[in-house]
Structure formats: structure tokens, C-alpha cells
């Protein structure tokens, strides 16, 4: 009797380990960090409070440049119902100290967004610099795998990635809340398609405000 | 072994069969999670919060072409990065692609709240019937959170459900026909269906959750005897007769 209430104690014990243990390793395996390089120009990709820490970063990097990223003009920019993320993100860049000059905006025609073929061609036309790529710690080891699959190792190396933590869900905080549960879900996802180095498909032609308008009221049946 | 290689033949072959299959059986999986209803003209419509880059602009046709009176915007909680100033409050971009798109200030109300989910979204939305007791609504979304927000209207308002339709806006992001082949249709689609258990586990009734409960527990039980029977239980016996044929050697 006793030998069998020990034996379903510490069959609870080890499933409450595994239970604990099991989401942490789960969640860090998307995380990935390379070592820090210095004089590096600094790239904010994706992830909570990129731009804060891009612009610290720089601050304290007097030679290095802030790179930012744009991709075609999604609906709402093309209409001025906001700002292009880029001209806000040199606005506060700007108004942080860093001079105009070391602010580097990268265009990409591709929509969605893909990074990627900018960040090749910036790194063959400037052979001696390097990039720190900062980037939402769930998606970080994906961008590490998309990265050594598609670029040149030399190019790859000359990339490092820096993990940002999100203040709403993050490893060290806690992430089994409902915003991180889906995040690590997403990130999954996109882990097993770089992995399995499964491309995107193209999307649809991106439609102008008045074509989308026109054919969400076609698509009802109610167009005029 | 050969039992095992039967099971793993048997495995590859199903494995097989759905891929060779997918384009029959995926996009009925994305058309399944639309259920966009529209019954208009409509006295209010409303682009639930996310999806800016559609919802509003489907939202402004609608206004424009006299098929609902006026738009509603769920005011949401700010994120972090709306606080830095990063980005743009997601409310405050919808009020204007309306404005921009030709929908007057006068027929645009602001619904106060503090919302994060689409379950409390649609509780916010309830404060249009203390205004307008009789209002008919439409709530605008993308195809794949159609049943998700009809879910929570039928959820969480009850009384207004029947003066509630979903309409869906169509995203450009993807072909929802082959889905499964971009990151974006990919990850849309599965994760609806992942959010759809969760609402079913937090926001359903007290007797529906027992039933789930109870469910699992016969599903555990019956998984457990299957086991024993399969395996176990001949072990043993085997065990059994090799130690009853053992002193006859």
C-alpha cells in the first residue's frame, strides 16, 4: 500500500516536472541568439520595442548605421490614413539623436514583405560591413534557418541575430498567456515551413483602395 | 516486425493519400471557418479590430453605397508599441481610412472600451443597442474569423444575435483556394482553428464544459483498457506460459 502511494506520488511529481519543463524547452527551441558583433549596423526586423533598442544601440555605436526596411505601400499608407512605418521610424529616430546621415531605408517592391533580398544585396554592395538583425525571439531561429539556406555563408556569418524579448509574453515573463500561446503556434509553423524550405507562394495581385472596395461589394453581389 | 512494418506501410500510405489528395480536402477546411451571412442594408457596420489593410476599406463601400446608415470602431487597447509611438492606435487608423474613404465624421462612432479579444469586442459592441434599441448590425472581419465572431456574438449576445450578421472582407494576402502553399493563409487558418477549441474551452457554459470533461475522461479510459488488452495482457500471458514451460525443459 505504501509502496504504491509512493509510486503515485512520484508518478504526480514527475508529471508536473514534465509539464513544467516540457513548454519552456518547447519555447526555446525558437529562440535563437548569436554572439554580439560590435561596429555592426543595426537592422530592427521585427519584435516589441525594436526601434528602442535599435536606437540605444546606436547611441552608444557612433560609426554604425540604422538600416530600415519598406516594402510596396499597403492600402492604408496609399490612402495617408498612416504614416509609411519607415518615415515614422526616422522621425523617432531622428528626435533621438541619431543624425539623418547614419539612417539607411532599404526598398523592397515585394508584398508581403520579404527581407531578404534586400538584406543580400545591402550586405554585396557594402563588402566590409556587418549587421545585427534584431528580431522577435519566437522568430528568431527561423530567420537564422532562412538565412544559412538562402544566403552565402559568407554573407550569413557576417549576420547576427539579437532575440527581442516581447513585453507582453516572452520567455522570462511567462509565455503561456493567449497572445503567446498563438505567437509560438505562428512561429512553429513558419519554423517547420524554413526548415522544410517550403517557399511562400506568390500572393494575389495586391488590389488599389478603389479596385478592393469595388470588388468587396462584387464579392457581396451588391455592386452598383 | 512485420506487425510494425504493416503499421508503418499502412502509416505512409494515408500519409500519401492526403497529400495526393489536399487539394480536395484543404480548401473545404478554410471554406468551413467562413460563414459570412450579410443581410443589409444594415443601421450599423463595424470592421472588427486587426486587418486594417481590408476591413475598414470594406467597411467605407459600405457606408458609401447606402447600405449601412453608419460605421462603428471598437476602440482597442493600446500595445506596447502604440505606447513608444511606434505604431499608430489600430482605431485611430481605421477612423481614418474611413474619413479618407469618404465616410463623413458624423457617421462614424467611436465605442469606448477596453478591449483585446474578439469575444470582448463583440461585448463592446452591445453599447450600440443602449442607444438604439432596435439596431441591426454588421460586423466586418476577414473569411476566416467569421464563424469565430459569430461564435462570440451568439455567445456573449444573446438577446441581439438575430440583429447581428458577419460579413467577411476578403484578404488579398493569399489564395484562401490553395492556402496551405503561403506563410500567411498558413498560419491564418490553423491558428483560427487553435483559437476556436480555446473559445470553446473558456467562453462555453458550465454544462458544456462538463460534457468536454467528462468526454476526455472516457476517451482516456477506453484509450487505457485498449492498451492493457493489446498489450499487456498478452505479455503477460506469454511471461505466464514461458515460466510454466520452463521446468518442463
Given at each position: 500500500?505504501?509502496?504504491?502511494?509512493?509510486?503515485?506520488?512520484?508518478?504526480?511529481?514527475?508529471?508536473?516536472?514534465?509539464?513544467?519543463?516540457?513548454?519552456?524547452?518547447?519555447?526555446?527551441?525558437?529562440?535563437?541568439?548569436?554572439?554580439?558583433m560590435?561596429?555592426?549596423d543595426?537592422?530592427?526586423?521585427?519584435?516589441?520595442?525594436?526601434m528602442?533598442?535599435?536606437?540605444?544601440?546606436l547611441?552608444?555605436?557612433?560609426?554604425?548605421?540604422?538600416?530600415?526596411?519598406?516594402?510596396?505601400?499597403?492600402?492604408?499608407?496609399?490612402?495617408?490614413?498612416?504614416?509609411?512605418?519607415?518615415?515614422?521610424?526616422q522621425?523617432?529616430?531622428?528626435?533621438?539623436?541619431?543624425?539623418?546621415?547614419?539612417?539607411?531605408?532599404?526598398?523592397?517592391?515585394?508584398?508581403?514583405?520579404?527581407?531578404?533580398?534586400?538584406?543580400?544585396?545591402?550586405?554585396?554592395?557594402?563588402?566590409q560591413?556587418?549587421?545585427?538583425?534584431?528580431?522577435?525571439?519566437?522568430?528568431?531561429r527561423?530567420?537564422?534557418?532562412?538565412?544559412?539556406?538562402?544566403?552565402?555563408?559568407?554573407?550569413?556569418q557576417?549576420?547576427?541575430?539579437?532575440?527581442?524579448?516581447?513585453?507582453?509574453?516572452?520567455i522570462?515573463?511567462?509565455?503561456?498567456?493567449?497572445?503567446?500561446?498563438?505567437?509560438?503556434?505562428?512561429?512553429?509553423?513558419?519554423?517547420?515551413?524554413?526548415?522544410?524550405?517550403?517557399?511562400?507562394?506568390?500572393?494575389?495581385?495586391?488590389?488599389?483602395?478603389?479596385?478592393?472596395?469595388?470588388?468587396?461589394?462584387?464579392?457581396?453581389?451588391?455592386?452598383? | 516486425?512485420?506487425?510494425?512494418?504493416?503499421r508503418?506501410?499502412i502509416?505512409?500510405?494515408?500519409?500519401?493519400?492526403l497529400?495526393?489528395?489536399?487539394?480536395?480536402?484543404?480548401?473545404?477546411?478554410?471554406?468551413?471557418?467562413?460563414?459570412?451571412?450579410?443581410?443589409?442594408?444594415?443601421?450599423?457596420?463595424?470592421?472588427l479590430?486587426?486587418?486594417?489593410?481590408?476591413?475598414?476599406?470594406?467597411?467605407?463601400?459600405?457606408?458609401?453605397?447606402?447600405?449601412a446608415?453608419?460605421?462603428?470602431?471598437?476602440?482597442?487597447?493600446?500595445?506596447?508599441?502604440?505606447?513608444?509611438?511606434?505604431?499608430?492606435?489600430?482605431?485611430?487608423?481605421?477612423?481614418?481610412?474611413?474619413?479618407?474613404?469618404?465616410?463623413?465624421?458624423?457617421?462614424?462612432?467611436?465605442?469606448?472600451?477596453?478591449?483585446?479579444?474578439?469575444?470582448?469586442?463583440v461585448?463592446?459592441?452591445?453599447?450600440?443597442?443602449?442607444?438604439?434599441?432596435?439596431?441591426?448590425?454588421?460586423?466586418?472581419?476577414?473569411?476566416?474569423?467569421?464563424r469565430?465572431?459569430?461564435?462570440a456574438?451568439?455567445?456573449?449576445?444573446?438577446t441581439?444575435?438575430?440583429?447581428?450578421?458577419?460579413i467577411?472582407?476578403?484578404?488579398?494576402?493569399?489564395?484562401e483556394?490553395?492556402?496551405?502553399?503561403?506563410?500567411?493563409?498558413?498560419a491564418?487558418?490553423?491558428?483560427?482553428?487553435?483559437?476556436?477549441?480555446y473559445?470553446?474551452?473558456?467562453?462555453?457554459?458550465?454544462?458544456?464544459?462538463?460534457?468536454?470533461?467528462?468526454?476526455?475522461?472516457?476517451?482516456?479510459?477506453?484509450?487505457?483498457?485498449?492498451?492493457?488488452?493489446?498489450?499487456?495482457?498478452?505479455?503477460?500471458?506469454?511471461?505466464?506460459?514461458?515460466?510454466?514451460?520452463?521446468p518442463?525443459?
Open positions: 500500500m505504501r509502496k504504491s502511494l509512493f509510486a503515485l506520488a512520484s508518478a504526480c511529481a514527475a508529471l508536473a516536472m514534465l509539464g513544467w519543463i516540457c513548454p519552456q524547452v518547447l519555447v526555446r527551441g525558437l529562440v535563437h541568439a548569436d554572439p554580439p560590435t561596429d555592426a543595426v537592422l530592427p526586423l521585427s519584435g516589441d520595442n525594436a528602442g533598442e535599435a536606437i540605444k544601440q547611441v552608444n555605436c557612433q560609426p554604425a548605421c540604422l538600416l530600415l526596411v519598406e516594402g510596396a505601400p499597403p492600402r492604408t499608407v496609399q490612402v495617408q490614413a498612416k504614416q509609411s512605418s519607415s518615415s515614422r521610424r522621425q523617432l529616430s531622428i528626435a533621438a539623436g541619431i543624425e539623418p546621415q547614419r539612417i539607411v531605408v532599404l526598398t523592397a517592391e515585394s508584398r508581403p514583405l520579404y527581407p531578404l533580398q534586400v538584406i543580400e544585396a545591402w550586405l554585396r554592395a557594402h563588402p560591413r556587418r549587421l545585427r538583425v534584431l528580431q522577435d525571439e519566437f522568430s528568431s527561423q530567420l537564422r534557418v532562412t538565412l544559412d539556406r538562402r544566403l552565402d555563408p559568407a554573407l550569413s557576417r549576420i547576427a541575430i539579437q532575440p527581442l524579448p516581447d513585453r507582453r509574453y516572452s522570462g515573463k511567462g509565455w503561456i498567456n493567449r497572445l503567446g500561446v498563438w505567437r509560438v503556434f505562428d512561429a512553429y509553423l513558419s519554423l517547420a515551413r524554413s526548415l522544410l524550405g517550403i517557399r511562400s507562394a506568390e500572393p494575389p495581385r495586391y488590389l488599389s483602395p478603389d479596385e478592393y472596395e469595388q470588388a468587396f461589394l462584387d464579392s457581396l453581389g451588391l455592386a452598383p | 516486425m512485420i506487425r510494425l512494418s504493416r508503418l506501410l502509416g505512409i500510405l494515408l500519409l500519401l493519400a497529400f495526393l489528395l489536399r487539394f480536395q480536402w484543404l480548401p473545404p477546411m478554410a471554406a468551413w471557418l467562413d460563414v459570412s451571412r450579410p443581410r443589409l442594408p444594415v443601421d450599423y457596420v463595424i470592421p479590430p486587426g486587418g486594417n489593410d481590408t476591413r475598414p476599406f470594406a467597411v467605407a463601400a459600405l457606408v458609401r453605397s447606402g447600405l446608415r453608419q460605421a462603428a470602431v471598437v476602440v482597442s487597447v493600446s500595445t506596447p508599441d502604440n505606447r513608444d509611438g511606434v505604431v499608430e492606435p489600430m482605431h485611430e487608423v481605421t477612423r481614418n481610412v474611413l474619413l479618407k474613404r469618404g465616410v463623413a465624421e458624423s457617421k462614424i462612432l467611436m465605442l469606448r472600451g477596453t478591449s483585446d479579444c474578439t469575444y470582448t469586442d461585448q463592446v459592441i452591445a453599447s450600440i443597442w443602449e442607444h438604439d434599441a432596435r439596431a441591426t448590425v454588421a460586423i466586418v472581419t476577414d473569411p476566416a474569423h467569421t469565430r465572431a459569430r461564435w456574438v451568439n455567445r456573449a449576445l444573446p441581439y444575435a438575430d440583429r447581428v450578421c458577419v467577411a472582407a476578403f484578404n488579398d494576402l493569399y489564395d483556394n490553395t492556402w496551405w502553399q503561403s506563410d500567411a493563409g498558413l491564418l487558418t490553423l491558428t483560427e482553428y487553435l483559437k476556436l477549441g473559445y470553446g474551452l473558456v467562453y462555453s457554459t458550465g454544462g458544456q464544459r462538463l460534457a468536454a470533461i467528462i468526454t476526455v475522461i472516457m476517451l482516456c479510459g477506453l484509450g487505457i483498457r485498449w492498451c492493457y488488452h493489446r498489450h499487456i495482457v498478452p505479455t503477460a500471458m506469454a511471461a505466464g506460459n514461458a515460466a510454466v514451460d520452463a518442463a525443459k
